[in-house]
């Protein structure tokens, strides 16, 4: 009987760790697959964490205000302001205002002179500056870069703002079933549209100025400037011509004047002789 019972509880032993080692394998397999799934959605978070939000392209690069300016000496104003011209329009740029002033041609040192400012991509303005340069002698040249990134990237996301604004605007207002409300609405609503309008306005002006740099250039035609040798007796009968035709003028223009003046003050001489005589006929008599 004893024997029995122990063969019993042994079966009964051996039934429960059975049960208990397939239980435990099932949960740890349970546990396994979780894990698996929660590490997978935890490597999932983690990658979208790492992922860098999209950049608007406009703000990829910096936006950067190029000016340049450049003083020439040339010994052909007309011939240089046609080189520059003719380069400006090959790399796509343009010549967005000019001044001449054309000299005397008898003077023979300084010439005409005149003032450009030009616009060109802004990828070409290195370049642009020292093609400028080599038409001439150089006076002076100076350069600035004025980075309007961060102004630019506010007033981008301010009208951003101002445009979901006006499309919440529109919402209401087709909505809206009063008079009064949907005057209000249009009121802000136009109040919105023209800071809308002001900032594209601003965005569009900075986006050519950042495209097209602008260099100013101030040409003065000096030819003696550019190292040419020029004779001093070039024309030098003219000169000498010229010279005494301006001494003979100058003569007779000072005894234009002598004359004017002189019957200018006729009367007075008439009068001072007219004293004089009777001041000489008293003394004479008084003397007697």
Known sequence: MKRSLTVLLTVL????????????????????????????????KSADSSIVPKVDASFSLDKIIRTGRVELYTEDYLKTVDKINSYVNGIGGFVQSSNDIFGDSNNTSVGSSGYMTIRVPSAKFSSSMDEIKSYGR??????????????????????????????????????ADKIADMLTIE??????????????????????????????????????????????????????SSGFASSINFLMYMLAGLIVLFFRLLPFLVIIGVVSVIVWIVHKKTKK
Do not use: H, M, W
């Open 138 to 175: 150089v006076v002076s040249s100076s350069t600035n870069s004025e980075n309007i990134t961060e102004n630019y990237q506010d007033i981008s996301s301010e009208l951003n703002s101002l445009k979901v604004e006006e499309s919440r605007l529109l919402n209401y207002l087709t909505k």
């Open 187 to 240: 009121s802000e609503l136009t109040r919105v549209r023209t800071e809308i309008n002001a900032k594209t306005s601003i965005l569009n002006n900075y986006d050519k100025q950042v495209g097209y740099s602008t260099i100013n250039i101030n040409l003065t035609e000096s030819k003696s400037a550019t190292g040419n040798i020029e004779s001093p007796f070039s024309d030098f009968g003219l000169k000498i």
């Open 13 to 44: 032993v051996l039934f429960l760790f059975v049960g208990c080692s397939s239980g435990s394998s099932d949960t740890q397999s349970a546990i396994d697959s979780g894990g698996l799934e929660v590490s997978d959605e935890v490597s999932n």
